[in-house]
């Protein structure tokens, strides 16, 4: 056991929760509590052993550390590779640590249905998580596309009284954006690599992007509208399909985010969806949308992204404020919390936008504040739900009354969310709008999303005043009782998560370092007032482990191109298809593994 | 007058630990070019805020079960007990601090790194230098104090754990504020002390109005705050954001730092991280140079009048940073260049240090309650009583103050910030003065009163006399204190009643609390009787002689003017508020509810409050007569104790401020104490024809006489009201249009998009069904039609087909003939 600890714990991480989704599945479906339970332990093991990933995170180390890889499907180039950087180990714990909350924010409220339910919520988990940890695109397109239905089904099965139409918008606009990212994929997958050395490994298409970035932002920046005489074809390709390429990404990103105008599925699906779906997706899902362009979109597409950057940070600003507005014209709870999403994701997209340290920083850390505020804000209105089934602020009011305790806890969550210096929020909002100031965007970004600072506390403040200040008003709600244990329970780690993540940020910040500087040099890279060398940027990853057997026909004699393309795995054909192989392609094999320096530290 | 210096070099001999005051004054170590600020390392100064921080957090967590169980007095002497420890600890820095050398006053303890990301250094770091260690007394002592004399006003309230948790909560984020050696965790404390005043403001939330009290200070607090960080943004901007990106500075040849980052400025030569000299600077001053600086370090150590020490083990370290400290170093010693970079650096057009200025100072305005954001602290006066001392009088709304004269290196480069802070410093005071005019209940005069001596503190610290802006903080921390808890005792006495046309003649009822409101009232109206005057006095005269640290010489006397005037309305009001509270007959309900409770409350006559209240209010009184001693003036060139003690810290401004000073004679500074003597009795004088035991009509004739008038400043110029219909109006219809904007254009786009696809599809549906299908099952139909129709030919009768064969026959040999 220890050994595939040690050798395939992110396998372990990712599947975790699959293999007890299958457990579920053998129960009996009336047994309610032995499946609650059950599932509750697969999160918690879950928990553990992303608890274990993340201390074994080297904060100081490479960048993608933990790596796993075996050969998969290498007629199409395309491996089982798993790695994490800083960012995606960060989310990923986000991800785990909200796996046994939302188990329990949903002990008595889901009654039918139970194990379809878990089972659900299960490989939900596993979908994200793998989106998270995947290195390879087919595999990251599978996961990614793997969330929408346990989604589609938490909303559409046990949401709300609107649940299908919700579950439908959400899953159809989510998907027109995946589907167009998909052509993008395949597109890139053709493009990047000559056709024998086709692999849909992200560090490898990456890399090889390279070189061609460099001629593209050099030659715009000589001449904007120039056609590039003697560029090379792929540079040439890029400069041509490149726009529409980040577009696509982009936009399927945006959806995901929501940035202002794409949010509108947001609102809709969180007041369907139960306590759990609005954890998941307020806690996890959202941030695929914003790792999606931290880890796809921008640094594949720099000099798209570096064009289309004004028109985001614009739409992020937008969104910000625009949120913020729309949160004081919400008159239901939930959706004003859904609208302070769009608020919180705007400034994580502005953050990324600025192309400084601090911004990216800020942007990720926003990332993992938001999902534990917004998560605990939607985890405290379930409980509140459940006991008045009404989601309308004018059917609340004086509830701290009978409820003091759920009211201190609210507040507390609402400071995050209102970043109040000592609690997580502050950290990431001071971070990003520092950043955004200090970087090249127009000095009126900053200043407008600074506002939302103020609106922030306008709405959350104006709520809670609502909600349980003043006089009871609603005789239904004078014997409202007190959270039980099991709510304590369930709310006092986001609490926890606040108090120390706003006072202790360091040993977050730290594992978010070299992703960050890494994010902001690759965003940033080929622009002329930065100097970094292509090797700076490339990526280096476990190359693909060689085949056990048959030893290959031809000496494996590595390309001309070999040594630039040293670190990264190249597809190899496998046996069966070696005899309609042409000669050229056996060429393109790998070099012994010994070469390649870069190996993950295990 | 004799007697008087007599004391006042005691106490300075006393303070100094050596006589050498005569050695020193205006001389020449103060002209000579600074050098870096040295400090000393100490292990100790966490425990000051660590104190309160246990009580807050004990009393949250466990309070209600340890009052349940235990009693009132647990909680209670827990929270007092941390003050007192943060007290003694705060005694023990002061001492270690006057051990110091005078320029090396400056206690550092580092506890750990709280977050790095790029240049954003912010440390958990904890500084005390004689500024800082002023506020930190003031804190403990008077926030002691207001602790000691909560136990008697809270006695009744059933939450008492609620209160002293947030009242501890509250100490400890003004101590982060003050203690902080970086603007983050300034910052911290300045959130802190907001969150805690929502939190004590809405004490009693099951009142609406006191909630929405409590959000409405929050909120335009926050207003404040999003000046202060865009403020300090800038800042860090202009210290080494991506210069050469904007459009501010072209691109210039001479990136004299990224040249030699890695010696001279110990600059991060990060990716982007660029200096790039200004191009204003003329080129005949160019930076130090690396030489130059290692000629200036001296090995062994600091030494005063060197430009560049090396206690610290180096250079100035220049570039983005969040420290006071380093960024104190970076401004002040001359040869990093940095002082003529700011100064030279525009933003738009406009001078940058000037836009930092006033965006750090609208944090002010918002914090210590100046127009035009000063709307929240009337309403503020919803909270307990003591809370109003202490926060909204004493220590939180001095933070702005604080803060000005914390930068006062930084305030005194731009004198476009100066003015702008003394302008809205001396309009604040008297606008809020003319409110307390006319107001009826108690507290609310109290608050105008903090609102117009704010703005007092703010004209001294505008005009750079940041000593005596700092002083008045002092003085007014413990007048303003003793009026609150004063006012406090009365309204207990009265069985909660705020308005003062319903007391009257208390004097007879409570003779302590007479007595010490009485002292407070001769030292915020400006006797030369008590601490107030001294400290308004100082700042009137160095408003008077500012010169030229105002965009315009002319503004400094017109801003005394408007103080002077002023401090007569302050006189009148306050003397206002003593006589309708204090003489006279008892105008409340005489035993209204005698029927209550024997405890005497909610009912009877007035009483005097316990002992742990009166007895707070005399040692207040008593701290307003010995604080005169802090800021009495001397002989010539000997200055007050307190100017003195500030002077390492106000070092890096005192010269530039100086310098540009109007130098007016000492008859001036005479005359003008005169007048302020003057004003002092004309508004006492006033106010007892008018008001000394209500025996006056005029009063009453008068607001008869201007009912418009008198309505307009008593509903305070409807300025609430205007934010209301504007501010407020514009944000709601800003939402309204959003959400429809969302539900029709954006949501309607969406839905839209679903409708055509809808449409489409059943289009296609249509195709399909009557089209497509439509052929195959027309085809499929032809088939069975033909079928049918066929199998009626085959009827199974010979007969019939007979004739069938016939027919086909004949029209075969028809058809035959016919062809032919």
Redesign the interface.
């Known amino acids: 056991m220890s050994g595939l600890f040690d050798t395939q714990l992110l396998s372990v991480v990712v599947f975790v929760p699959a293999v007890f989704a299958l457990l579920v599945l053998l129960f009996p479906k009336d047994e309610h509590g032995l499946i609650r339970v059950t599932s509750l332990v697969g999160m918690g093991v879950g928990l553990w052993v992303t608890g274990l990933l993340y201390a074994r995170f080297d904060a100081h180390g490479p960048e993608f550390q933990q790596e796993v890889r075996v050969r998969w499907i290498d007629t199409l180039g395309a491996s089982y590779h798993l790695g994490v950087d800083g960012l995606a180990v960060s989310l990923m714990l986000l991800t785990a640590v909200l796996g046994p909350l939302v188990v329990l924010a949903s002990w008595d409220s889901v009654t039918h249905r139970t194990k379809e339910f878990h089972v659900a919520l299960l490989v939900l988990q596993t979908a994200m998580l793998g989106a998270l940890a995947s290195m390879d695109l087919v595999l990251f397109y599978v996961f990614w596309e793997a969330m929408l239905v346990p989604m589609y089904l938490l909303i559409g099965v046990w949401g709300s009284e609107e649940r299908q139409m919700a579950a439908t918008k959400f899953f159809l606009y989510t998907l027109a954006g995946s589907l167009l990212m998909l052509v993008a994929l395949l597109a890139l997958y053709f493009i990047a690599l000559p056709a024998p050395q086709r692999s849909f490994d992200y560090a490898a298409i990456y890399n090889s992007l390279l070189a061609a970035t460099r001629e593209v932002s050099l030659c715009q920046g000589r001449d904007p509208v120039g056609q590039c005489p003697g560029a090379t074809p792929l540079a040439l390709a890029l400069l041509r399909y490149g726009p529409w390429m980040f577009a696509a990404f982009a936009l399927a990103f945006a959806i995901k985010v929501p940035m202002f105008p794409l949010h509108t599925w947001l609102p809709d699906a969180h007041v369907q969806a139960p306590v759990a779906g609005s954890m998941i997706l307020a806690g996890v899902m959202l941030k695929m949308g914003t790792f999606g362009f931290w880890r796809y979109a921008i640094p594949l597409f720099p000099v798209a992204a570096r064009q289309l950057r004004p028109a985001l940070a614009a739409l992020a600003v937008t969104g910000i404020v625009y949120g913020a507005m729309m949160c004081l014209a919400q008159r239901d709870i939930k959706k004003l919390i859904a609208y302070s999403s769009v608020s919180h994701l705007g400034y994580c997209m502005l953050g990324m936008l600025a192309l400084t340290t601090e911004g990216a920083t800020g942007s990720a850390y926003q990332m993992l504040n938001h999902g534990v505020s917004t998560g605990a804000l939607f985890l405290l209105f379930g409980m509140l739900y459940a006991r008045r089934h009404t989601r309308l602020l004018s059917d609340y009011g004086g509830i701290a009354k009978v409820m003091p305790w759920f009211a201190a806890l609210f507040l507390i969550i609402t400071f995050s969310s209102i970043a109040v210096p000592g609690t997580n929020g502050f950290v990431g909002e001071f971070l990003v709008l520092l950043g955004t100031f200090k970087g090249t965007l127009p000095m009126v970004f900053g200043v407008l999303a600074a506002s939302g600072v103020i609106l922030g506390a306008a709405y959350m403040l104006w709520m809670v005043q609502r909600v349980f200040f003043g006089e009871l008003t609603h005789r239904e709600n004078l014997h409202l009782t007190d959270v039980t244990g099991r709510e304590l329970a369930t709310a006092l780690p986001f609490v926890a998560l606040v108090v120390v993540m706003g006072l202790s940020p360091q040993p977050f910040l730290e594992r978010l370092a070299v992703s960050s500087e890494m994010f902001v040099a690759r965003a940033s890279f080929a622009q002329d007032s930065f100097h970094q060398s292509d090797e700076a940027v490339r990526m280096s990853v476990r190359p693909l482990p060689a085949l056990p057997s048959p030893p290959l026909p031809a000496a494996p004699a590595p390309l001309p191109t070999a040594d630039a393309m040293a670190p990264f795995k190249l597809g190899r054909p496998h046996p069966a298809n070696l005899a309609v192989l042409p000669p050229e392609r056996l060429l393109a094999a790998e070099p012994p593994p010994s070469r390649h320096g870069e190996e993950a530290t295990p | 007058m004799d007697l008087l210096c007599h004391v006042r070099d005691f106490v300075l001999a006393a303070a100094e630990g050596a006589g050498e005051a005569a050695k020193h004054g205006e001389g020449a170590a103060r002209e000579a070019a600074l050098g870096v600020q040295a400090f000393k390392r100490v292990g100790y100064l966490w425990l000051i805020p660590f104190f309160p921080m246990v009580g807050a957090i004990v009393n949250a967590v466990v309070g209600a079960r340890l009052q349940k169980r235990f009693g009132k007095s647990v909680v209670t002497n827990l929270a007092i007990g941390a003050m007192a420890a943060a007290f003694v600890t705060a005694a023990v820095a002061f001492v270690d601090l006057v051990g110091q050398p005078e320029h090396e006053r400056l206690l550092v303890n580092h506890l750990?790194?709280?977050?790095?990301?790029?240049?954003?250094q912010a440390n958990l770091t904890f500084a005390l230098d004689p500024l800082s260690m002023m506020m930190v007394l003031i804190i403990t002592f008077i926030g002691a104090l207001i602790h000691v004399y909560s136990v008697g006003y809270m006695a009744e309230d059933p939450d008492t754990w609620r209160f002293f948790a947030y009242l501890n909560l509250f100490v400890f984020s003004m101590l982060l504020l003050v203690m902080g050696d970086n603007f983050?965790l300034m910052?911290?404390g300045?959130?802190?002390v907001g969150?805690c005043s929502?939190l004590l403001i809405?004490f009693w939330?099951?009142?609406?109005d006191k909630?929405?009290a409590?959000?409405k200070a929050?909120?335009t607090n926050?207003?404040g705050?999003?000046g202060f960080?865009?403020g300090l943004?800038?800042l860090?901007?202009a210290l080494g954001?991506?210069w050469?990106?904007?459009s501010v500075i072209p691109p210039h040849e001479s990136r004299w730092a990224l040249a030699d980052p890695a010696h001279l400025y110990e600059a991060r030569a990060?990716?982007?991280t660029?200096y790039v000299a200004d191009p204003t600077l003329s080129p005949q001053t160019p930076p130090a140079t690396y030489a130059e600086v290692e000629k200036l370090a001296t090995p062994e150590g600091w030494r005063p009048g060197a430009s560049i020490a090396t206690r610290d083990g180096g250079k100035v370290r220049v570039g983005?940073t969040l420290s006071f400290r380093e960024l104190r170093d970076q401004i002040a010693v001359e040869s990093t260049g940095v002082k003529n970079r700011l100064t030279g650096l525009t933003f738009f057009g406009m001078p940058l240090l000037a836009l930092v200025g006033i965006l750090l100072f609208v944090g002010a305005t918002a914090k210590s309650a100046q127009i035009p954001l000063y709307v929240w602290l009337p309403d503020a006066m919803a909270g307990p009583t003591p809370v109003s001392a202490l926060i909204h009088a004493a220590t939180m709304v001095t933070a702005g103050v604080y803060m000005v004269a914390r930068l006062n290196f930084l305030f005194a480069l731009s004198t476009t910030a100066m003015t702008v802070i003394a302008c809205t410093g001396a309009a604040t005071a008297l606008f809020a003065a003319s409110i307390g005019f006319v107001q009826n209940d108690i507290k609310k005069v109290l608050a105008y009163s903090t609102v117009s001596q704010l703005g007092f503190m703010f004209i001294g610290v505008g005009v750079g006399a940041y000593w005596a802006g700092t002083y008045h903080l002092l003085t007014h921390a413990f007048f303003k204190a003793c009026l609150f808890l004063g006012s406090g005792s009365v309204i207990l006495g009265c069985h909660h009643e705020q308005d003062m046309r319903k007391m009257g003649g208390l004097k007879k009822y409570m003779p302590l609390t007479e007595k010490t409101y009485l002292y407070a009232c001769i030292a915020i109206s400006g006797f030369p009787l008590a601490n107030g005057f001294f400290s308004k006095d100082e700042i009137l005269w160095k408003a008077f002689d500012a010169g030229n640290n105002l965009a315009d010489p002319a503004l400094g006397k017109v801003i005394w003017l408007v103080g002077w005037v002023t401090a007569l309305g302050t006189a009148f009001y306050m003397w206002r508020s003593y006589y309708l509270t204090f003489t006279g007959e008892y105008r409340g309900g005489h035993g209204a509810h005698e029927s209550g409770d024997a405890h005497g409350h909610h009912g009877g006559l007035p009483h005097e409050s316990p002992r742990s209240m009166t007895w707070v209010l005399a040692a207040l009184a008593v701290g307003c007569f010995l604080t005169i001693f802090l800021g009495l003036w001397g002989p010539a060139g000997v200055e007050p104790v307190l100017e003195r003690w500030l002077e390492p810290v106000l070092a890096p401004s005192h010269a530039l401020v100086a310098a540009r000073g109007a130098h007016e004679g000492p008859l001036a500074e005479w005359l003008l104490m005169a007048a302020s003597v003057a004003v002092a009795f004309g508004g006492w004088a006033a106010a007892r024809a008018l008001y000394k035991d209500a025996k006056s009509t005029v009063p009453a004739t008068l607001a008869a006489k201007y009912p418009r008038l008198h309505r307009w400043v008593l509903d305070k110029y409807y300025v609430d009201e205007a934010y209301r219909k504007t501010v407020l109006a514009a944000?709601?219809a800003?939402?309204?249009a959003?959400?429809l904007f969302?539900r029709v254009v954006?949501?309607g786009?969406?839905n839209a998009a679903?409708a055509v696809g809808r449409f489409v599809c059943d289009v296609d549906g249509a195709i399909d069904k009557y089209l497509v299908d439509g052929a195959v099952n027309f085809v499929a139909d032809g088939a069975l039609g033909f079928g049918r129709a066929l199998r009626r030919v085959q009827t199974g009768r010979l007969e019939h087909y007979l004739y069938a064969a016939v027919a086909g026959a004949l029209a075969v040999v028809l058809l035959t003939f016919l062809v032919q």
């Open positions: 750990w790194n709280m977050f790095t990301a790029g240049d954003v983050v910052f911290f300045w959130e802190g969150l929502y809405g939330y099951k009142d609406i909630a929405k409590a959000v929050f909120v926050r207003i705050d999003f960080v865009l943004f800038l860090f901007w954001g991506q050469e990106k904007r990060e990716a982007g660029t983005p944000i709601w800003g939402a309204k959003c959400d969302d954006v949501d786009a969406v679903a």
